[in-house]
């Protein structure tokens, strides 16, 4: 297994000078990467890896469920990759590999599992989501298909955004359990009908919403600078404290790189969003943010007792580890086997979910499982680390640095939540894989095109 991706694998050829970022003093224009003419072949099945990629990273397909994108479009996207020779495409990436081994991993855990035949179902699950990442790195081939694929995340979270608002919904919206100001989008098992899912999807699309919004002019760039409005709107109304840690995490790492224009900019955003917060937000959501500091109200005391809750099922999913450290307790089945492992004690099950992606894994799929997934999230942020300091060109930069971003908010929300199987995760993993070999596939070809050149 190969390590990160180092400088020398993105050596910028002598000639090819850095971009200035927009508003530097100007020096000798730098020469643009120029890639070598290729075939086009694989371009059809580009755009139709951006139709299946917005409706598996906006949840779609779940409040349409006849209209069975996934099973419509997979074929077609399995018989490009054998049209266009790009079956070994996963393994090109670090990420790719390291997901293939987790995936491989699931498979073998499914045997040992407390129920196999809920398990076998959560191995589909992670073996789609796993197809997600061959896509991407099949049929994203370049930065400018990385842009595509950014705007097309971005588009499938304003959707969410304005869905949201506009028709609302949610999982369990009663007085009675003191969620009735939270919302979700969907019903019953719909995953967005989850507020906590809801809050981090909405957070994790900001970052890509802004960063299409930059690079774009007029009309496009206004609107889509418009509608974050209804995207931060639905993700206060969420009420997700773990949305709005990732969130603050998110916002302290591009200061980190900001200049000083932006991080006045931020700093004044974000206060007209406190603002607006404060002003327009149900009281209840209000207080539900403030047990940060206080549970001295009813939501409060509400949210107070949802975190005691969440530190009993970290306990549980440890001592559940514990027993099982090689194989768990079976993919899916934390909820089972901590109820069997209650009674057994003569106690009552929670009948939870871990809601930690990094304990669900290591009770349910073993420690192996999961320093698998945090070794796949760390690559997909440390790899962009190159092509943020690197890339020639000032957009790929900054692409680098939002995406980036959002590997940071999902691996944030992954404390809060259980999502390694499948979900918003793997979009951004796999576009994190897929920008890291454009990035590399543009340098080879430049450098190949030099010496031709000087010739």
Not at 60 to 79: F, R, V
Not at 155 to 165: C, D, I, P, Q, R
Request: proline share 4%; aromatic share 12%; hydrophobic share 50%.
């Amino acid at each position: 297994m190969n390590g990160p991706a180092t400088v020398d694998d993105y050596a910028v050829p002598e000639t090819a000078a850095l971009e200035p970022e927009a508003g530097t003093p100007s020096k000798p224009k730098p020469q643009r990467l120029r890639r070598a003419k290729g075939p086009e072949f694989y371009k059809p099945f580009h755009f139709i890896l951006l139709v299946y990629l917005f409706f598996y990273c906006s949840r779609m397909q779940e409040m349409i469920p006849y209209a069975h994108t996934g099973w419509l479009l997979q074929p077609i996207l399995i018989i490009g990759m054998f049209m266009t020779n790009s079956t070994k495409a996963i393994l090109r990436s670090d990420i790719g590999r390291v997901m293939l081994w987790f995936t491989a991993w699931v498979a073998v855990c499914v045997p040992f599992s407390t129920w196999r035949g809920g398990s076998f179902i959560v191995f589909i699950l992670a073996a789609q989501a796993l197809g997600l990442l061959f896509f991407m790195m099949a049929f994203i081939r370049s930065m400018d298909d990385c842009y595509r694929a950014i705007f097309t995340i971005a588009l499938a979270m304003v959707t969410v955004g304005v869905l949201s608002m506009l028709i609302g919904g949610g999982r369990g919206a009663s007085a009675a359990n003191g969620a009735a100001n939270r919302l979700g989008l969907g019903t019953g098992t719909n995953t967005l009908a989850d507020a906590n899912f809801l809050g981090l999807y909405l957070v994790i699309g900001l970052p890509l919403i802004w960063f299409s919004a930059s690079i774009r002019r007029g009309i496009m760039r206004a609107g889509l600078i418009c509608l974050m409005v209804p995207v931060l709107a639905a993700m206060a109304r969420t009420g997700s404290r773990s949305a709005l840690l990732a969130l603050a995490v998110g916002t302290l790492f591009f200061f980190a790189f900001a200049t000083s224009r932006q991080r006045a900019m931020m700093i004044a955003g974000g206060t007209a969003f406190l603002v607006c917060a404060l002003l327009f937000l149900p009281p209840k959501i209000v207080q539900r943010f403030s047990t940060y500091f206080n549970a001295n109200t009813e939501a409060g005391a509400e949210a107070a007792d949802s975190a005691e809750t969440r530190k009993m099922l970290l306990i549980r999913s440890l001592e559940l580890t514990a027993k099982h450290p090689l194989f768990g307790v079976g993919p899916g089945e934390f909820q089972d086997a901590e109820a069997k492992d209650a009674a057994a004690h003569g106690k009552r099950g929670m009948w939870h979910f871990t809601h930690n992606s990094y304990t669900e894994l290591s009770s349910e799929c073993g420690i192996t499982g999961m320093i698998l997934y945090v070794i796949a999230i760390w690559r997909a942020y440390r790899g962009l680390s190159t092509v943020r300091d690197r890339f020639p060109q000032a957009k790929g930069r900054r692409a680098a640095l939002f995406v980036q971003i959002t590997v940071v908010m999902a691996a944030v929300g992954s404390f809060f939540l259980s999502i390694a199987y499948t979900g918003i995760v793997y979009g951004i993993l796999g576009l994190s894989a897929a920008m890291q070999l454009a990035a590399k596939r543009e340098y080879k070809e430049v450098n190949a095109a030099l010496p031709a050149s000087a010739a």
